[in-house]
């Protein structure tokens, strides 16, 4: 099964009165620094494996129902993970010459790969634009999946909606990119 999260916002020329609405109550409760809000929806989709072109069927899914293209703007992740592996620690006993199974380690082993992951990512793309690390992505002997494409999906979920970026064939395309506007 693989799981797509299609995510849902009003264009940017459509008034979001909830938003304005959340923006006011923030700033009511004493939260001052929030400028604005705009409130979109989630949408989660379990699709069979076996589906081939899963990225047109998402766009067909969404364009055909999902959302309202009238009013509404949609990117989606399509997560491609199959299996879920976990590290344990392993103890032999030497009397008996056997292996039991001992601790589970795989949060620890996580949380340390993302700490190392974060520090080596970011400080090796830090310089890059968010185009020309695209345009990097787009150059097949040197791009990697765990490392631009990690620096991708993070900059995407941490622009809130200023960075958005798709997969096409076997090419990245940027959707909208605030930070390279004139």
Wanted: neutral net charge; aromatic residues 10%; hydrophobic residues 35%.
């Amino acid at each position: 099964m693989t799981k797509v999260k299609v995510y849902v916002t009003l264009r940017e020329s459509v008034v979001d009165p909830q938003g304005i609405a959340t923006t006011d109550a923030l700033k009511n409760m004493g939260f001052a620094e929030v400028e604005s809000v705009r409130i979109g929806k989630l949408i989660e989709l379990k699709i069979d494996e076996t589906t081939t072109d899963i990225d047109a069927r998402v766009k067909e899914m969404c364009d055909k129902l999902l959302i309202n293209k009238v009013i509404e703007d949609y990117r989606y992740e399509i997560d491609l993970q199959k299996e879920t592996v976990a590290f344990y620690d392993e103890m032999y006993f030497f009397k008996t010459s056997v292996f039991r199974k001992g601790e589970n380690l795989t949060r620890r082993y996580i949380a340390y790969l993302k700490k190392i992951q974060n520090e080596t990512v970011k400080d090796r793309f830090r310089s890059y634009s968010n185009q020309a690390l695209i345009q990097r992505a787009n150059s097949p002997p040197e791009f990697k999946w765990e490392d631009e494409g990690v620096e991708l999906r993070q900059r995407s979920l941490q622009s809130n909606g200023a960075f958005i970026y798709t997969v096409r064939g076997n090419s990245l395309i940027i959707l909208k990119d605030k930070n390279s506007e004139p």
